[in-house]
């Protein structure tokens, strides 16, 4: 079982950056590939960017490439992500999410999630 909670949303002005931070409790997190997925409203949650067990392996969704990083400490039990050139359309809720499989972009590859922070871009 693994618990996750994220901080680090809130407001901004387009071309800002913020940095979210999901921290894991509970046993073998660095077991687990991480991942971000976000969900405006109206619209299905989608992947954002996810990272393997060992951080060997990253993978970002187009929209994002380039302006977002994500990295995690495993000896912090925890995952961020940096997001910067920040876009009105970035704005929704983002999710940290944990799963026992390889890094995959399909949410219900993911056993855990957290409560969701809010993002929001202003133009």
């Known amino acids: 079982q693994v618990q996750l909670v994220e901080s680090g949303g809130g407001l901004v002005q387009a071309g800002g950056s913020l940095r979210l931070s999901c921290a894991a409790s509970?046993?073998?997190?660095?077991?687990?590939?991480m991942a971000w997925f976000r969900q405006a409203p109206g619209k299905e949650r989608e992947f954002v960017a996810g990272?393997?067990?060992?951080?060997?392996?990253?993978r970002y969704a187009d929209s994002v490439k380039g302006r977002f990083t994500i990295s995690r400490d495993n000896a912090k039990n925890t995952v961020y992500l940096q997001m910067n050139s920040l876009k009105p359309e970035d704005t929704a809720v983002y999710y940290c999410?944990?799963?026992?499989?390889?890094?995959?972009?399909?949410?219900?590859?993911?056993?855990?999630w957290g409560q969701g922070t809010q993002v929001t871009v202003s133009s």
């Open positions: 999410a944990a799963g026992p499989r390889g890094l995959r972009t399909m949410k219900g590859e993911y056993d855990y």
């Open positions: 990272t393997s067990w060992s951080a060997g392996s990253t």
């Open positions: 509970g046993r073998s997190f660095s077991a687990y590939t």
